[in-house]
């Protein structure tokens, strides 16, 4: 990557640190890419990055093997563990060699200044990758370039790091049920969800040239979250090969998402029992990886009681709203056995994003299981 370079940076020199190599789209949005990572970057939050990049950033950084392993943190701004694991982990070694070059895409800082996903006037940096719904967004444009760059690079792993606004345990999600994917997932939590929806992410378009993760550690801010994923990172980066044998069976806990629950767009929700045309349980998001059996209540219709969700299919499973969700005397429940993951009592999550997945148990194969 250093014939992209316009000069190295040195160390500590943070008024250069706005080189930038190539610029992307004719909108403006435009990647730096440095050589260095300046010292003065560990103790900087990453609400505070803008003062210290100018955008969306590519660090290129040595290691004893030349194949980088790629991590991108804050495709979402207010996903803050990714930012502090990679502080973490080049803490943890300074002054000595990487195993494994690294290479780190630092993405949406102007979110992160504002501690929100995504700006009004962007598009989501996780859902603009290779694929994406959005091929004409200046965003789109900007991960196409950022892909290209790394593939050339022959890339041992991708890493995606994500926090979600939930109540849920870590885990790992995967786009391919290859071995060597379930092997990186695993290397995280034993619990790996396998999805093709929604499209557009890092870890989709990353997976078709790179095994590649996303990383999901539960709510920003978290200590034990940001030393779980530096973990994590010095281990991928500290791997030579992944094992030739299959990951044991008992070893993981398997899922797919089978639909994506959102609200309408012109629809009102509430958690606090307040008419709505949907009141949530104030408590749903506790339900996340339970195994919940049909009849599960999720809430109660408000207004006249008509609205529906949109039940959007969210993997291989027949995924239409009748076989998922009921409404029986104004309650919402559901239909049939799921476990739900990323529920969120976050309003604007849900305005931006969903209001959660449901999932099944699957195999090796991406079949079904029984009863799950």
Request: glycine residues 8%.
């Amino acid at each position: 990557m250093e014939e992209y370079l316009v000069r190295r940076i040195d160390q500590g020199d943070t008024k250069r640190m706005g080189e930038t190599i190539r610029r992307t789209s004719s909108a403006g949005t435009q990647l730096s890419c440095f050589v260095v990572f300046p010292h003065e970057l560990l103790d900087v939050a990453a609400c505070d990055l803008w003062r210290h990049l100018p955008g969306p950033s590519l660090f290129s950084l040595p290691g004893r093997d030349k194949r980088p392993l790629f991590v991108t943190v804050l495709l979402h701004g207010n996903e803050n563990t990714g930012w502090s694991a990679i502080q973490e982990l080049l803490r943890q070694h300074q002054g000595r060699d990487l195993p494994r070059r690294l290479l780190v895409f630092v993405g949406n800082i102007d979110a992160a200044k504002a501690d929100v996903r995504t700006l009004d006037n962007q598009t989501d940096y996780n859902r603009t990758w290779p694929g994406t719904r959005y091929p004409e967004a200046p965003e789109a444009e900007l991960m196409r370039q950022i892909v290209d760059l790394v593939a050339a690079e022959r890339p041992f792993a991708s890493v995606d790091i994500h926090n979600n606004s939930g109540n849920n345990p870590h885990y790992g999600c995967v786009n391919h049920l290859g071995e060597n994917y379930l092997h990186l997932a695993r290397l995280f939590s034993r619990t790996v969800v396998f999805f093709t929806r929604p499209v557009g992410v890092q870890s989709a378009a990353m997976g078709a040239v790179c095994p590649a993760v996303t990383l999901e550690c539960g709510v920003p801010g978290s200590r034990s979250a940001t030393a779980h994923a530096a973990q994590f990172l010095d281990a991928a980066l500290s791997l030579d090969h992944f094992p030739e044998h299959p990951v044991p069976a008992p070893d993981l806990d398997l899922l797919q998402t089978a639909i994506i629950l959102r609200v309408p767009p012109d629809a009102s929700f509430t958690y606090d029992g307040s008419d709505a045309d949907f009141r949530f349980a104030s408590n749903i998001d506790r339900l996340n990886f339970s195994e919940l059996e049909a009849g599960t209540r999720l809430g109660t219709l408000g207004g006249n009681g008509d609205r529906r969700l949109a039940v959007i299919p969210g993997g291989e499973f027949d995924a239409d709203a009748d076989s998922y969700i009921d409404y029986v005397d104004g309650e919402i429940r559901l239909a049939q056995s799921a476990i739900p993951a990323m529920l969120t009592l976050d309003p604007r999550a849900v305005r931006l994003d969903c209001l959660g997945y449901l999932m099944h148990r699957i195999d090796r194969s991406g079949r079904r299981i029984a009863g799950s």
